[in-house]
């Protein structure tokens, strides 16, 4: 208790580890359970049904568990999942997730989350990820590891962005954005693969090559949707390894895109 500040308000049913700080006038509620190694600066609010896991870094002034914002919600016991080693920074907000959907807002973990980040109820965030200031989320949208979001960026409801894509700054997204691809612009569109972020990640140029075909099926072949999709389990057919891998992940996410990609 001696790395809890005295105006600090942490209720007696909250379950802190020993090693977890919090600053002056943070406010924990009864139902928050905090991981060891965690750092809660000053003026954050944790409530509802709130799981933090271990080496957490919150900077002030973050909400996070608050009620959804959406009317439907009644108060029913839903949660809020922040993983291991995250960095959350200024004036974030994590809601809990509600009943309509899987009734859980989860964020795994070593993300680095900026200032004024919005992630709303019912969202899955995957690992690794980079969300710049003022990115924003809005319910039930689905994003995959390592994925960077720039500043201003904002995804409708249920969209589904797939691992190591990047979506540019000030982007609007309103369609799913397939994975590796890079997306900007004003309208948005792909504008080619992640080449920059999979070469800091390690994939090898046989890797690349897959996936820069696997791109021109989709994006430049004039096929439809469909029958780019037969064409890649061919093209797969065709490969080993890690390719092969990357090739079933894009594969997987255009059969289960609902909203339609964006092209």
């Known amino acids: 208790m001696a790395l809890i500040h005295p105006t600090a308000l942490v209720d007696a049913g909250a379950e802190l580890d020993a090693s977890v700080s919090v600053g002056p006038y943070s406010v924990i509620g009864p139902h928050v359970r905090i991981g060891a190694g965690t750092r809660i600066a000053s003026h954050v609010v944790i409530e509802g049904n ?3 896991g271990r080496d957490n870094v919150v900077y002030q002034f973050c909400s996070l568990g608050a009620a959804p914002q959406d009317k439907k919600y009644r108060g029913e016991p839903t949660r809020l999942e922040i993983g291991d080693r995250n960095t959350l920074r200024e004036f974030c907000s994590l809601n809990l997730g509600t009943v309509q959907d899987a009734g859980v807002t989860r964020l795994g973990n070593d993300n680095w989350i900026l200032a004024y980040v919005h ?3 019912d969202c899955q965030v995957g690992s ?4 710049s200031n003022n990115a924003t989320l809005a319910g039930h949208v689905h994003v995959g590891d390592w994925v960077i979001m720039s500043g201003f960026a904002a995804v409708h409801q249920f969209c589904k962005i797939g691992e190591h894509a990047f979506v540019g700054m000030n982007a609007s997204l309103s369609q799913d954005v397939p994975p590796f691809v890079l997306a900007a612009g004003t309208p948005i569109a792909a504008r080619g693969l992640n080449i920059e ?13 897959a996936l820069r075909s696997a791109y021109k099926l989709v994006y430049k072949s004039g096929l439809t949707l469909e029958e780019a999709r037969a064409a890649l389990a061919d093209q797969e057919a065709g490969l080993q390894g890690k390719a092969a891998a990357h090739l079933s992940t894009l594969r997987a996410f255009l059969d289960s895109a609902s909203r339609g990609i964006v092209r």
């Open 50 to 52: 709130t799981t933090i």
């Open 119 to 121: 992630i709303a109820h």
């Open 128 to 131: 690794n990820t980079i969300f």
């Open 197 to 209: 972020g999979l070469k800091r990640r390690g994939f090898a140029p046989d890797e690349i090559a």
